[in-house]
């Protein structure tokens, strides 16, 4: 779990959790239900986007470190000739 998702990601999971099943059973389970399932998928939103972002971040490090590589491999190439 914590290849895909930060501490943070957990606790924010967690939290929102606990409180919708709280606010169902403080509220009831007809009063405001539609205003509390938003709130959890704008919550589910946030963390999916923070997933995908960080997905992409990695994609990009990853490429950059092989620019890196070749653009050294190619100096260090070009210094022996």
């Known amino acids: 779990m914590k290849k895909y998702f930060s501490t943070a990601d957990l606790a924010v999971i967690i939290i929102t959790i606990f409180l919708f099943i ?22 589910v ?5 923070n997933y995908k972002n960080a997905m992409s971040n ?6 950059l470190n092989e ?6 491999e190619t ?3 070009n210094k022996y000739e």
């Open 58 to 63: 990695k994609n990009i490090l990853e490429e």
């Open 67 to 72: 620019i890196k590589r070749r653009i050294s």
């Open 45 to 49: 939103k946030i963390i999916m986007m």
């Open 75 to 77: 100096s260090n190439k």
């Open 22 to 43: 709280a606010a169902l059973f403080t509220k009831g389970f007809q009063h405001d239900l539609f205003l509390e399932l938003g709130v959890l998928l704008v919550s």
